[in-house]
């Protein structure tokens, strides 16, 4: 459910108000990992290629949750989101053009709602 919440969010449809991959996938997961709104106001930074390390937002987005409440499942998400994604780092990702942006959104989404 937060996946497609998430792919809403970012696309701007289904009533959702349209965020960056960064916010979008943090927002639709805030109430499941009690994460309040200054920290989804914050995520506003990080679309674009603009995480730390030029990282992909949507993958940015799991790995500060991940890294909050099940740090040892890192690992296990940087897998499989170079899996689908090639890299980890936005503008790789796109120059790979083996998942678009809310292709990010969904996969990295999906990891994270398989674990809850």
């Not at 499941?32 to 914050?42: A, K, L, W």
């Not at 090639?86 to 120059?95: D, F, M, V, Y």
């Amino acid at each position: 459910m937060s996946t497609i919440k998430a792919k809403n969010y970012y696309t701007g449809q289904g009533g959702c108000q349209r965020m960056n991959c960064a916010q979008a996938v943090i927002s639709a997961f805030k109430e499941e990992f009690s994460i309040n709104e200054e920290i989804v106001e914050s995520f506003k930074n990080y679309g674009g290629g603009r995480a730390p390390e030029g990282l992909c937002g949507a993958y940015y987005a799991v790995k500060y949750i991940l890294s909050k409440q099940d740090p040892d499942k890192l690992e296990d998400l940087k897998k499989h989101f170079l899996e689908h994604a090639g890299a980890l780092e936005c503008s790789n990702i796109k120059g790979l053009k083996k998942l678009s942006c809310v292709g990010c959104v969904e996969k990295s989404s999906e990891f994270l709602e398989k674990l809850g």
